[in-house]
Nanobody, 128 residues
Framework: QVQLAESGGNSVQAGGSLRLSCEVS????????MGWLRQAPGKEREGVAG???????SYDDSVKGRFISSKDNTKNILYLQINILKPDNTAMYYC??????????????????????WGQGTQVTVSS
């Protein structure tokens, strides 16, 4: 059974930083695509960062230079370093995994449709 568990969300002031973690268990396919997606109140879920089993990454234009996705293969943990947080970054952040596909799909329109396995999310709230 594939399980994903996010952590690291918090309430912070604008300009601050957070590191989100996603611990993955039960996933055995060595070829995969993982993503960080977020959903703000009243908005659709959108992809912000992706990383595949080859280490290729993708980022939404709105987060390039501030968000960094990485993974620790020995611990099966996906990370999202978020710097210079802005109030409009407030959202529930989810990690997701699927069999290998182009990492660019994560941040494309309807990127959430690419994934079949999701965590429960971790809340990030940014105050001005």
């Amino acid at each position: 059974q594939v399980q994903l568990a996010e952590s690291g969300g918090n309430s912070v002031q604008a300009g601050g930083s957070l590191r989100l973690s996603c611990e993955v268990s039960g996933w055995t396919d060595q070829s995969y695509c993982m993503g960080w997606l977020r959903q703000a109140p009243g908005k659709e879920r959108e992809g912000v960062a992706g990383i595949d089993s080859n280490g290729m990454t993708s980022y939404d234009d709105s987060v390039k230079g501030r968000f960094i996705s990485s993974k620790d293969n020995t611990k099966n943990i996906l990370y999202l370093q978020i710097n210079i947080l802005k109030p409009d970054n407030t959202a529930m952040y989810y990690c997701a995994v699927e069999r290998f596909r182009p990492v660019s799909l994560v941040v494309a329109i309807n990127g959430a449709d690419a994934f079949g396995y999701w965590g429960q999310g971790t809340q990030v709230t940014v105050s001005s």
